[in-house]
C-alpha cells in the first residue's frame, strides 16, 4: 500500500509517500521549514505559518511524489495530520489533502499529531521497530507527556506536564542565554561544553557530572521539574522561572554567568526529571518496552541518560533517527496506516481541531 501524507501542524510544511508492506519504507520525507521566517520573532507566529504552508504545500507534494518516483494514480491512502496544533496551520494541510483525495478518489484518514510523533518509532527498519505494549515519551515544542501504547490506535496518558513543554522549556531559556531560535539543538551542545567542563572528561561527562564541584555550586541550584507527588507528571515553568530568576541573581550582582556551566545544569536537571518519571513508568507497566519521540528526542543527552534506563529495566528502547524526531510528514503515514486498518475514515467533512484527544489513563 502506498501512503501520501501531509503534516503541517506548527512551523514545518511536510509531504511523504510510505509504502507499508509488512513493514514500512520511507520512499520520501520533504521538509519546508519555516524556521528561519520565524527566527526573526523568536518564536512560531500562527498568522505566518498559515500563509507559509499555503505557499509550500503543492510544491513538497510534486516533490515527494518526484522522488517516490510516484504519481497520484499510485497512492492507495492519503493521511493528514488534524490535531493538535495551531488551528490556521492544520487547516491548510487538512484542506488540500481533503481536496486530493476526494478529486482522486482515494481513502482519507485523519492523525493525531502525537499518536504520529510515536509512530515514528515504527519506522526503524528490519528489526528495530517498536511492537505495542509499550511506554511512550513525546517530548516537543508542545508537549511532554508519558503515554502507554496499548496497540497501535489505543494510547493512555500516563503522565503529562502541568504547565510548560520541556521544548518550550529550552527555546525560551536559549533565548535569554542568547541561542537563536529554537534552541534546542544549540543548548545541547553548549551543555555538552558544559558538562566537559565541569568534569573534564570528554566521553563519560554525563555520568561523572553528580560528583563535579560545578554541581555543588549552591549559586546555580535549579529544581527539579519531577512532580514529588508519586504522579508520573512534570512541571516545567517551575524550572524555568527559577532559572529566570537565577540569570536575573547573575545580572544584578555584575558577575557574567557561565553559560556552558548554566546550560549544563538546566539539561541536568530536565533530563534526570524524564529518567525519573520514565523509570518509574517502566515499574508501573511490566512487560512494556520503551520509546521516545517528538523534537527533543534528539538531544543527546536525554538519549544516551534514557538509555540507560531502558537499559536497567531489562526493556528494548526505540528512538527515530534524528531526521524522524522533528515534524514530518512520514511519521504520519505510519500512524494513518494503522488509523486505516482500523477503518477510521474520514470524509468530505473532516476539519483541523486545536485539542489534543488522547486520553489519560483511568487508574
Ligand atoms: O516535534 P517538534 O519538531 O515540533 C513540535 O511538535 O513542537 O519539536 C520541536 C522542539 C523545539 O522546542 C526544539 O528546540 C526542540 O524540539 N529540539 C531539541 C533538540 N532538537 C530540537 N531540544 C533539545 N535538544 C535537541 N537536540
Ligand atoms: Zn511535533
New binding site residues.
Given amino acids: 500500500m502506498n501512503i501520501l501524507a501531509f503534516e503541517s501542524?506548527?512551523?514545518?510544511t511536510s509531504a511523504s509517500v510510505v509504502v507499508a508492506n509488512r513493514g514500512f519504507k520511507v520512499k520520501s520525507n520533504i521538509i519546508a521549514s519555516q524556521v528561519e521566517t520565524h527566527r526573526l520573532y523568536g518564536g512560531v507566529v500562527p498568522e505566518i505559518a498559515s500563509r507559509a504552508h499555503t505557499e509550500a504545500i503543492s510544491r513538497i507534494t510534486y516533490e515527494a511524489l518526484a522522488e517516490a518516483e510516484m504519481t497520484l494514480s499510485d497512492i492507495d491512502l492519503i493521511a493528514v495530520t488534524a490535531n493538535p496544533?495551531l488551528i490556521g496551520a492544520l487547516l491548510v494541510g487538512v484542506n488540500f489533502a481533503k481536496a486530493l483525495a476526494v478529486a482522486n478518489d482515494i481513502p482519507l484518514v485523519a492523525v493525531d499529531?502525537i499518536k504520529g510523533?510515536i509512530a515514528s518509532c515504527y519506522l526503524g527498519g528490519k528489526g528495530n521497530v517498536a511492537k505495542p505494549p509499550f511506554i511512550a515519551l513525546a517530548?516537543?515544542?508542545?508537549?511532554t507527556a508519558i503515554y502507554r501504547v496499548a496497540s497501535h490506535t489505543e494510547l493512555y496518558i500516563v503522565g503529562t506536564t502541568r504547565d510548560d513543554?520541556?521544548?518550550?522549556s529550552?527555546?525560551k531559556i536559549?533565548r535569554i542565554i542568547g541561542i537563536p531560535y529554537?534552541?534546542?539543538?544549540g543548548?545541547?551542545a553548549l551543555a555538552k561544553e558544559g558538562f566537559i567542563k565541569a568534569t573534564g572528561d570528554e566521553i563519560n561527562f554525563y555520568d561523572k557530572y553528580k560528583k563535579s564541584a560545578a554541581y555543588k555550586d549552591k549559586e546555580m541550584i535549579l529544581p527539579s521539574p519531577a512532580l514529588a507527588d508519586g504522579s508520573l507528571d512534570f512541571s516545567f515553568s517551575g524550572l524555568k522561572t527559577a532559572a529566570i530568576n537565577l540569570l536575573h541573581r547573575y545580572e544584578q550582582n555584575g558577575v557574567e554567568i557561565d553559560r556552558a556551566l548554566f546550560a549544563a545544569r538546566y539539561t541536568y536537571e530536565a533530563v534526570e526529571a524524564v529518567a525519573k518519571k520514565l523509570s518509574m513508568a517502566l515499574d508501573r507497566y511490566p512487560g512494556h518496552d520503551l520509546c521516545m519521540a517528538?523534537?527533543?528526542a534528539?538531544?543527546?543527552h536525554?538519549r544516551r541518560r534514557i538509555a540507560q534506563v531502558a537499559k536497567e529495566h531489562g526493556v528494548n528502547l526505540f528512538i527515530p533517527s534524528l531526521d524522524l524526531?522533528?515534524?514530518n510528514a512520514a511519521m504520519i503515514a505510519a500512524q494513518g496506516y494503522y488509523e486505516y486498518k482500523k477503518g477510521a475514515f474520514a470524509d468530505s467533512s473532516l476539519n483541523a481541531s486545536a485539542l489534543d484527544t488522547i486520553e489519560a489513563e483511568r487508574t
Fill in positions: 501542524s506548527c512551523d514545518e496544533g499529531h510523533h517530548a516537543s515544542g508542545g508537549h513543554a520541556i521544548g518550550e529550552f527555546d536559549g529554537p534552541a534546542g539543538r543548548f545541547d517528538g523534537g527533543v534528539a538531544n543527546s536525554l524526531c522533528g515534524d
